[in-house]
């Protein structure tokens, strides 16, 4: 058969780090083709080059034999390549037909745009779709689910002939599942080509008829679903081991300093109870975007959940916690929260690396107080930490990322700190100063410390903890020592919760 | 153009508040046209006129450094001078309209902190409303004729000399250099410093980061007032119109000393310097005689190019 | 991944969910309802208060005070639909004024203005895409840019517009008084710019995209963000500029402080009638409404003899409560 589209040798890059590398991928028409892969994989980074959203730093696409290229997910919707992405893109103060049209709206006579036309149009482009929607509603009345079948009417609308579909359950109750593998049952009967993105393993195997498996930015293999089981599938996407980068773990732990009890994150999810110890490292594993974020951030009130106690030190944190106040709070019982984005949310890139560590040092003090410039901890955290730098003054945007992330971890070591909450300790970061980094967390435990860490790298997290709780669908699935867990074990439970 | 801007030369030039190269301008200007004029008692006498302005420049770059901007300085002097030349408080002493006058400045800081941080009201929107609210009060109270007199005692003190510098002149660089102090060495100071390069950092780093909006604007209205007093002492009467375009002076002379919306690099002395170009440079305007919309026009020109400079540079670094 | 914040800035009151908008079918319209609702009543009590306000002429007055503001507040309306705002149109307004009482035939007059008011506009909207000034040091140094140069052409007021700008202005056609043409013909010509073509969808994909914090949202679907809103600052000091012409002809001179305080006047206008200013959200008719609020209550504070001053620190709080009734995220300018 003819492919419909054809990616060859797709490489691309951010920063440092090798999203994708050489990957080929073909699209034949009326075929369901899952691409899969652990968190990281290149997935996403991959369709978002087939969407127009990146450009590949090199390899070629091909449509039909005939080379392409673009550069907006408009210019690859001319192409006919249509994705609905897990953030969406739909304009929420516009109507349906609107959104359906924007950049390509009809005219009338006289110069106005068609809105008649527009929406009946898109009335039929949603019957197609079997949905009753209102044309002239506003996106921001729409569910989830609405929105996603709204953009894969967009596709059809636009007569697209490949539809990309990014993890497009993951917000979507059983029905509307049911709803959505109908319509793109039909899309496959139609001739179209579809790439679908999901960890759902039994939606896999209801609707892929192929599958690639991606790992590290390289294709593993491309298979037919019929020759593969769930297991099989998991097999392919883990294989590796575990590399020497880890020091050894904890003998002997002391007396717990965070106890969670009856955890609702939101009304719907089954409440859980974890704890993490003095001198432990404890991780929250399982797919991206299970809820392990959210029950991090609700501890510093950056996400309100729906109930629970939680302890720390023997001290009640009262729920919901308030943003204004949580961190600074958190910070006064010794507890410090390393955030996930390092640029945005954890340094200031302008000022000194001496700012940037004793900027927790100084907050624990009241705003007409002496500023006291800490030189001496400043100095010792930089060499213990070994932050490769011309000194202290020296500001931190002019460090490489791995720098970066020890000048961030090192203003909760410098500060008098005991438990600390990291998301993502090593993200954008080369393999020496990761390395570097969990010796300094081991360290940080084997002092008395307690860690609590999240992180997309599931061979991380088995690495460099004692202890893992695998969380899926906003809740604890699975507890085990680190010493017996595997990428395989992980995703396992994960996914047969 | 952009290979250009990234010359390690043309940055450290770059890095270096405009303020400085306006001033060190102006000097030479003067210095060519007008040669006698540049003596410490001459001298001393323009600056001198500028001291109002000087003072409001250091809360002004106080809310800038946090992202905001206050323009209700001119409602400030507006209401000080209202009280102290209207005889609403006859035989009061000179203790009891200072407390009165920064008392009534540190409240209207206090209200624009409130509506900016807590309830995220835009800045802009939020002075320039409190300015109008104070400006038509105040005409009301006055029935829109200038009040009175103001008490001889402030007029005495404002023309009193310490050498050969206006005592005026000198108390702005003491304020300045007390400026220059509270922000290098108080915890409070770090906060602006970390606020206005990242507020989402300075949150997730444990700093207060709405606490520090309001003291920063309710600071800046404590400063407001002072120059208030010192703008009153000044023009030794009453007046309705006093004052108000003094704000839109203080924005302009903090973004020509560097500091813009967060970035801080011009420190204290970039605006400083600031306000000392615009005491030359209405000199120089009146050598070549300039009037008031020629200097309408420079304000203007001056904020935009300001800007723009600062637009351009910030486009580059993303 | 991005968590949105659990806890809003501040919790919406029932005020605020209102004026952010209806969830209705039409909600991008924003609450223009709640303020005709309140012109109706301020109608009401001015009717029942003062004799005098129903008359024809005092009606009549009304709309020929009502539509300079009117007419500015559309146009500032075309920014903040794009999330901007200009603080210049006051300015233009006087400049527009000293132009028209130079001393020159009015066919050289007339189109100069248009002509130097798209410039403004287009100054303001190229400094502000291109140069990533923010809109409101732009345009408030704008303001100060073109006020100097009113007050170049004219120190204090005076001067003699050409005829036919007192002409349009005065009197009626058919029956019809001047000032109400102005405002059907003004309003037309917005509606077309809004309702009536690509432009003005489009200027709601990019205020909409703008307000959600995904400034590229617009351009994904191939909108030309920066071109168009760059036209909407050009209509916005073109709308002032005719709102100069409309006052010049009332005034019959040059003033270059007509105009002063004007911008906030028309940003209280577009906030009154439901546009909201993060961008995205309002309507023509909300605009216009909110700008007769302001005029009906200027009326009912010249009749019920208010003094002047105390109208402009009334006015000062309007604007502030308004303003503040919206809510947004972001904290500063």
């Not at chain 2, 615009?278 to 190019?305: H, N, S, Y």
């Not at chain 3, 502030?320 to 919206?326: A, D, E």
Request: aromatic share 8%.
């Amino acid at each position: 058969m003819i492919n419909l589209i054809e990616m060859s040798n797709i490489s691309k890059s951010f920063g440092g780090s090798r999203a994708v590398d050489g990957v080929s991928l073909e699209l034949l028409p009326g075929t369901v083709h899952a691409l899969m892969g652990e968190n990281g994989a290149g997935k996403s980074t991959l369709m978002k080059i087939l969407a127009g959203v990146h450009q590949p730093d090199s390899g070629q696409i091909f449509k039909n034999g005939h080379r392409i290229s673009f550069n907006s997910p408009k210019k690859a919707l001319e192409f006919g390549i249509s994705t609905v992405f897990q953030e969406l893109s739909l304009l929420a103060n516009l109507t349906i037909a609107e959104n359906m049209f924007l950049g390509r709206e009809p005219l009338t006579r006289f110069g106005a745009v068609d809105y008649a036309g527009m929406n009946a149009q898109t009335a039929d482009a949603l019957a197609q779709l079997g949905l009753t929607l209102d044309p002239e509603a506003l996106v921001s009345e729409l569910s989830i689910a609405e929105r996603q079948f709204v953009e894969i009417a967009h596709g059809i609308k636009a007569d697209a002939s490949i539809f990309i579909l990014d993890e497009p359950t993951a917000a979507l109750n059983a029905a509307d599942v049911d709803v959505l593998n109908k319509h793109i049952r039909r899309l496959r009967d139609e001739g179209k080509a579809i790439v679908y993105i999901s960890h759902r393993m039994e939606e896999i195997f209801e609707i892929c008829d192929t599958v690639t498996v991606l790992k590290d930015g390289r294709r593993v293999d491309t298979r037919p679903v019929s020759e593969m089981s769930p297991a099989s599938l998991i097999a392919m996407m883990v294989g590796r081991t575990l590399d020497d980068l880890f020091p050894p773990r904890a003998t002997e732990t002391g007396s717990v300093v965070v106890d969670v009890k009856h955890f609702k994150i939101d009304a719907r999810s089954k409440p859980f109870s974890l704890h993490v110890s003095s001198g432990e490292i404890v991780a929250l594993a399982g797919l991206e975007g299970q809820g392990q974020q959210k029950f991090l951030r609700s501890l510093i009130g950056k996400f309100r959940p729906f109930s629970g106690t939680v302890t720390i030190k023997g001290e009640l944190l009262e729920m919901p916690v308030s943003e204004t106040s949580g961190i600074r709070r958190l910070h006064a019982a010794g507890v410090g929260f390393v955030p996930e984005d390092r640029k945005e949310e954890g340094l200031f890139l302008g000022l000194s690396i001496a700012d940037n560590i004793a900027i927790s040092l100084v907050s624990e003090r009241g705003e007409m107080s002496i500023a006291r410039r800490y030189r001496d901890v400043i100095n010792t955290t930089m060499a213990s930490m070994r932050i490769k730098a011309e000194d202290a003054s020296a500001p931190v945007s002019s460090l490489s990322g791995g720098n970066q992330q020890k000048v961030l971890l090192g203003r909760y070591l410098a500060a008098n700190i005991d438990v600390l909450l990291i998301e993502e300790p090593t993200r954008g970061v080369d393999i020496g100063a990761k390395s570097e980094i969990y010796r300094l967390l081991r360290e940080f435990a084997e002092n008395g410390g307690a860690v609590l860490v999240l992180s997309r790298e599931t061979i991380e997290l088995i690495g460099l903890c004692d202890r893992l709780y695998v969380i899926h669908d906003n809740t604890v699935v699975a507890e085990m020592p680190a010493g017996n867990a595997s990428e395989h074990i992980i995703l396992e439970a994960a996914l047969s919760a | 153009m952009n290979a250009a801007l990234n010359h390690p030369i043309l940055r450290r030039a770059l890095s270096i508040p405009p303020s400085y190269f306006v001033f060190a301008m102006l000097l030479f200007v003067l210095w060519v046209a007008r040669p006698h004029m540049l003596n410490l008692n001459i001298m001393g006498i323009f600056i001198r006129q500028i001291v109002p302005l000087g003072i409001l420049v250091l809360g002004q770059l106080l809310v800038m450094r946090v992202r905001s901007i206050d323009l209700s300085g001119g409602g400030v002097i507006l209401l000080v001078n209202y009280f102290i030349s209207s005889g609403l408080f006859p035989g009061a002493s000179l203790t009891f309209f200072i407390a009165i006058g920064l008392a009534t400045g540190t409240a209207i800081g206090l209200f624009n902190g409130y509506m900016v941080a807590r309830r995220r009201v835009s800045a802009v929107i939020v002075t320039l409303a409190v300015s109008i609210v104070l400006l038509g009060f105040v005409q009301f109270l006055s029935s829109g004729k200038p009040p009175g007199d103001v008490p001889a005692m402030f007029g005495e003190i404002y023309n009193t000399r310490w050498g050969p510098l206006p005592t005026p002149v000198l108390f702005w660089f003491a304020l300045t250099g007390l400026m220059m102090i509270f922000l290098s060495r108080t915890v409070f100071g770090r906060y602006v410093a970390s606020v206005g390069e990242s507020a989402e950092a300075a949150h997730f780093a444990g700093v207060p980061v709405e606490r520090t909006v309001i003291l920063a604007h309710t600071l800046a209205g404590f400063i407001a007032a002072i120059a208030a007093l010192v703008q009153t002492a000044s023009i030794a009467v009453g007046s309705v119109r006093v004052g108000l375009d003094l704000p839109i002076l203080a924005v302009a002379a903090t973004i020509l000393g560097g500091v813009v919306f967060g970035r801080g690099e011009g420190g204290v002395l970039g605006p400083f310097f600031g306000a000392l170009s615009f005491a030359l440079l209405f000199v120089v305007m009146t050598v070549f005689g300039i009037d008031e919309p020629g200097k309408l026009i420079a304000q203007g020109l001056i904020i935009l190019l300001a800007a723009i400079f600062y637009g351009l540079r910030s486009g580059n670094a993303n | 991944m991005k968590l949105e914040p659990a806890i809003q800035p501040r919790p919406a009151t029932r005020i605020t969910s209102l004026l952010s908008g209806s969830r209705r079918k039409r909600g991008r319209q924003g609450l223009w309802l709640v303020p005709l609702l309140i012109a109706i009543l301020i109608g009401i009590a001015l009717a029942l208060q003062t004799e005098q306000f129903l008359s024809r002429e005092n009606l009549f007055n009304l709309v020929a005070q009502a539509m300079p503001l009117v007419i500015t507040a559309i146009g500032q309306m075309f920014v903040v639909i794009v999330g901007g705002l200009d603080l210049s149109v006051g300015s233009t307004i006087s400049f527009t004024t000293a132009i028209l009482a130079l001393d020159a035939p009015g066919y050289v007059l007339i189109p100069a203005v248009f002509v130097l008011a798209a410039l403004i506009g287009l100054t303001n909207g190229l400094v502000i895409t291109r140069f990533n000034v923010h809109p409101i040091i732009a345009t408030l140094a704008m303001q100060y840019v073109i006020l100097g140069f009113a007050r170049m052409l004219r120190p204090v007021s005076g001067g003699t517009v050409p005829e036919l700008v007192i002409s349009s202005v005065a009197g009626s056609f058919l029956g019809i008084p001047m000032p109400v043409i102005w405002g059907v013909v003004v309003i037309l010509i917005a509606w077309k710019l809004l309702y009536g073509s690509r432009f003005g969808l489009h200027l709601f994909a990019i205020g909409g995209g703008v307000a959600s914090g995904a400034e590229d949202a617009a351009r994904n679907f191939g909108i030309a963000d920066r071109r168009n809103t760059v036209i909407a600052y050009v209509a916005c000091s073109l709308f002032a500029g005719l709102a100069g012409v409309f006052l010049a002809g009332r005034i019959v001179s040059g003033d270059p402080n007509v105009g002063l305080l004007f911008e906030l006047d028309a940003i209280t206008a577009v906030a009154i009638g439901g546009t909201q200013l993060s961008g995205g959200i309002g309507s023509l008719h909300g605009t216009v409404i909110g700008a007769l609020v302001l005029a009906l209550l200027s009326n009912g504070m010249n009749l019920t003899n208010i003094s002047p001053f105390v109208q402009t620190a009334i006015k000062g709080a309007i604007l502030m409560f308004v303003v503040g009734l919206q809510s947004r995220k972001k904290m500063g300018l």
